[in-house]
């Protein structure tokens, strides 16, 4: 009787323990797992257009400029960064454009840019058919020295007043 008891308790004492060794090592791995996704850079940016007054003596006239931010979400400092930021106006003619050179982009520390537009603000606004667009395109250098690539579009749509994200890579 006392060694069918001492063994249905040493199967009874071995199932949990497997079992809580199991559980505990899943989390750690899952925890693991996001120390390792977070400790990456993870480029982001934003565009917004915003109206400004390029001379005080004159308060009416008004001049747009979309401001680009590009940032990095993550804990690990992206390194040399090279790409470009640029401004389509209409469909065939010169795009604005902006060269992005930096040797790193950390989380604290954004890169920004304006892409001023020449003209008076009301112009672009009062036309439904203007075209603003802002497209990124960059490569840095992220864990293990490997290139990384980061797209993103940006258009400006007329309804909301805003510059929208078409496309994020």
């Not at 902006?98 to 304006?114: G, M, V």
């Not at 840095?140 to 690539?149: F, I, M, P, S």
Request: net charge neutral; glycine share 6%.
């Amino acid at each position: 009787m006392w060694p069918i008891l001492s063994l249905l308790v040493s199967i009874f004492f071995g199932v949990v323990g497997y079992w809580l060794g199991h559980r505990n090592a899943s989390i750690a791995a899952r925890t693991l797992a996001l120390n390792i996704k977070k400790a990456t850079p993870h480029i982001s940016s934003r565009s917004e257009l915003r109206m400004y007054n390029p001379s005080p003596s004159n308060p009416n006239v008004r001049r747009l400029a979309v401001h680009a931010t590009i940032y990095n979400d993550g804990d690990l400092i992206a390194g040399n960064i090279e790409g470009e930021c640029s401004l389509t106006i209409e469909k065939g003619k010169q795009p604005i454009t902006k060269i992005i050179r930096a040797d790193s982009l950390s989380a604290t520390f954004p890169w920004e840019t304006d892409l001023e537009l020449s003209g008076d603000a009301r112009w672009y606004l009062s036309r439904p058919d203007t075209i603003l667009q802002v497209d990124i395109d960059l490569v840095y250098v992220a864990l293990g020295n490997q290139a990384q690539h980061y797209r993103a579009r940006y258009h400006y749509d007329h309804n909301q007043s805003t510059m929208i994200a078409d496309k994020l890579d």
